[in-house]
């Protein structure tokens, strides 16, 4: 198995590029299921999810062609099957997204159910809920969702959670339902807003996408068209963490500051400063060591849980005490017990970590739980005193495109071995 070695104490320097949003090529790739003429994607990120949901689709019969700059040409007239098998699901949840689509255009879909995962639970009763409400027919057994119907019809949902794959499930379906659809308590996350933005490049009839009320009028049927991915504010986030962590100095292009208000606001009040334009952010430390902040997950515009790992790992080397509460998940705390291998003084209580900022972390062999979790243990190791192993980085690479190009690129000292 591959892990990375990271010699820490180098503060990052230079340009870096952001890629298209894993959370937002997902769902739009999901998507094409439901357009009659061939689509085309760009700004695809290369990453492990990516292909996961390309081989979902293939094994569809669905015909994909990617060139050599991550374009991908989608074209679901060659669909044969209507089926998600647990192999490819239980490696990507993500693979929930493809319920909606087929069963909005082709009446069935039979979707292996994900099951638990590092993170919580993560039940999909909520997709289920509002696919029956538009009138489908939904029978859980042998850990599939047998789901059929005639044309889906437009229903009011009212979410008990704000979910945001679940909205993006419902908001696809309700696009070729009949009639109207209102989804209220919907997920605001700029993610579902760049694949409402791509559903009415396809010809769908969208309201009110990024506010917490979206209104889908029903289309007969969507188009294919060309679209390009949002940039990622979660990996463009984990690199301003990155500068911050190691008192470093960075630029980064080809992302939208406007989606990380609240991420962007954390880091100012951690010591950084910060100057951004239409399309790029650049952050610098001025080699000072951070200032605690407290922070409180919750559905977008507040703080992401996708950023909140990588948050403890900054305030484990900065100056006072802080609380992190993670209200969206139950069990996002995996990587504090690595981070107190390397010396981090953190102590975890129901849903919410007490930490002390420590002045040096000190390397250690480490494990990645999960995405994001390996993406904080990342960040410790290029503050730590020696030289950090991170194991099981597969999940890195579900997520973030070629992470440790872009941090040699800034000056980091972090490689990759076989094992
Ligand atoms: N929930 C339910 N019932 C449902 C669906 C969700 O109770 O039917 C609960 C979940 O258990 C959780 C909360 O609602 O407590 C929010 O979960 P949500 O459904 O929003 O999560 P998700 O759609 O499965 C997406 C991202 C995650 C991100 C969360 C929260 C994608 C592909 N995944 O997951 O991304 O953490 O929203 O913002 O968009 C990651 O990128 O590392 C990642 C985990």
Known sequence: MEKLLIEGGKPL????????AKNAVLPILAATLLAEGPMRVANVPHLQDVT????????????????????IEIDTSTIEEFFAHYEVVKTMRASILVLGPLLARFGKAEVSLPGGCAIGSRPVNLHLRGLEAMGADIEVKGGYIHASCDRLKGAHLVMDNVTVTGTENLMMAASLAEGTSVI????????????????????????GAGTDTITVHGVKELKGCQYSVLADRIETGTFLVAAAITGGHIKLKDTQPQILESVLQKLDRAGASITSGHDWIEIDMHNRRPKSINLRTAPYPAFPTDMQAQFTALNA????????????????????????????????????????????LKAAPVMATDLRASASLILAGLVAEGQTVVDRIY???????????????????????PH
């Open 13 to 20: 320097k230079g340009d870096v590029r952001i890629s298209g």
């Open 184 to 207: 209220e308590n919907a997920a605001r996350e700029p993610e579902v807003t760049d694949l409402a933005n791509c559903l009415i490049a396809m010809g769908a009839n969208i309201e």
């Open 317 to 360: 080397v900065a100056e006072g005490s802080c609380t992190i509460t993670e209200s969206v998940f139950e069990n996002r705390f995996m990587h504090v017990q690595e981070m107190q291998r390397m010396g981090a003084n953190i102590k975890v209580e129901g849903n919410t970590a007490i930490v002390t900022g420590v002045e040096q």
């Open 52 to 71: 996961t949901t390309m081989e979902l689709l293939g094994r569809m019969g669905v015909s994909l062609t990617i060139d050599e700059h991550m374009n």
């Open 395 to 417: 999940h890195i690479d579900r997520g973030y495109e070629c992470i440790e190009e872009k941090l040699v690129q800034l000056g980091a000292n972090i490689r990759r071995v």
